[in-house]
């Protein structure tokens, strides 16, 4: 209930954030109200998500790795070089292995509202309540921030940097944040290929069709698990992944006929037949988000799970985009309203199935 709990009101507090005109003003300032419920949303968010108590199941491996140096000795022979020497720093100066979780869920939030302010400021999305009921509901990003904490980390600096980089034209600013996420999961330089491949795509006119013909592809290669072998074949020439190839973990993920993913599919598809095209910025992430959406299909492989983790930025834009334009029909409109409680109920029960909630503050 507690998720469930933090969510509506993390909902509530980011419909007041679009509210730019509204203000206090106390001896000659003006105190704008938006600003004072975007520190709210912030602060409930980090009190939450940083101050868990052994909620994911990670966090045991995280204290593991914190007391021992042995496991912190691997993440540097990966290269994963800032997360070796920012547990170092938290043991140098003392500090509990709970600051891992604090820190990391600090710079994730900021990130992630940094994400939000260059689309609202490159007028990509309009409201800050649709970005973030699509982001909880739609990506479930919001629990795994505390369960799979390198990689989500660096999907979100990963996706701050390629916003800077292709959208706001800071590029040195954006490729400085870019470069420095396979120092945190290494796994960011297979992403960062995929995502050169798919912006160049993106780039260009593509039709409904295509990118329909495309989600439905991604799809049936998901249920029928037809990319399960080649994955094993190419990942055993990954020295990264290649130890998990006979481990536990290499399974085929066996939801392809699941409710829940149904239903996401068939979102999907609604979004490529009723998006109407815009500029070229917000065109080349519709199509750059269905790609990633796709192509998190086809890596059908549990030990790629976390690929998501930098994927669900960007793959939830084009959902926000049909949210947020007009519907020029009531079927249109009932197809919205569906989509919300559909995606609502499943949030529900997505909550459901996780661990229990425990804080260390209360």
């Known amino acids: 209930m507690i998720y469930l709990f933090v969510f509506l009101l993390l909902i509530i507090m980011s419909f007041f954030i679009d509210f730019r005109k509204i203000y206090l003003k106390i001896s000659n300032s003006k105190i704008y109200f938006n600003k004072i419920f975007l520190f709210i949303v912030f602060i409930i968010w980090f009190l939450f998500t940083g101050f868990q108590d052994n909620v994911a199941t990670d966090y045991s491996n995280y204290i593991k790795i914190f007391n021992s140096q042995n496991l912190l000795n691997q993440y540097f ?5 800032l997360f070796y020497y920012f547990i170092s720093v938290l ?3 003392k500090l509990s292995p709970k600051h891992i979780f604090i820190i990391i869920s600090l710079i994730q939030i900021t990130y992630i509202l940094k994400v939000v302010s260059i689309l609202k400021k490159k007028k990509i999305i309009k409201n800050h309540y649709i970005y973030f009921y699509v982001f ?3 990506s479930f990003l919001f629990i795994r921030q505390m369960n799979t904490i390198r990689s989500v980390t660096a999907g979100i600096l990963l996706c ?3 916003l800077l980089f292709c959208v706001d034209n800071r590029k040195i600013r954006g490729l400085f944040y870019i470069i420095i996420t396979p120092f945190i999961h290494i796994s960011s330089i ?9 912006l160049k795509i993106s780039e260009l006119n593509l039709s409904r069709k295509f990118l329909f013909m495309y989600i439905i592809f991604s799809y049936i290669v998901f249920v029928s698990n037809a990319s399960y072998n080649a ?3 190419i990942l055993n020439y990954i020295p990264v992944y290649s130890s998990y190839i006979n481990s536990k973990y290499n399974i085929p993920i066996q939801t392809g006929l699941g409710l829940r993913v149904l239903g996401v599919f068939l979102i999907m598809l609604y979004a490529i037949i009723v998006y109407k ?4 910025h917000k065109n080349k992430l519709f199509n750059f988000g269905i790609f990633l959406f796709g192509f998190e299909y086809i890596l059908n492989m549990k030990i790629l799970n976390r690929v998501s983790d930098f994927f669900s930025l960007f793959y939830i834009l084009p959902l926000i985009f049909v949210f947020e334009q007009k519907a020029k029909n009531e079927i249109e409109l009932f197809g919205k309203i569906l989509i919300i409680v ?3 109920l499943s949030f529900i029960i997505y909550i459901n199935s996780v661990n229990s909630y425990s804080n260390i503050l209360f």
């Open 77 to 81: 022979q990966k290269g994963e070089l």
């Open 91 to 93: 043991k140098y100066f």
């Open 136 to 138: 909880f509901t739609f």
């Open 160 to 162: 701050y940097g390629i």
């Open 190 to 198: 297979f992403v960062i290929l995929v995502y050169i491949l798919f």
């Open 231 to 233: 994955l094993n074949i």
């Open 277 to 280: 095209k815009k500029t070229q």
């Open 342 to 344: 559909f995606l609502f």
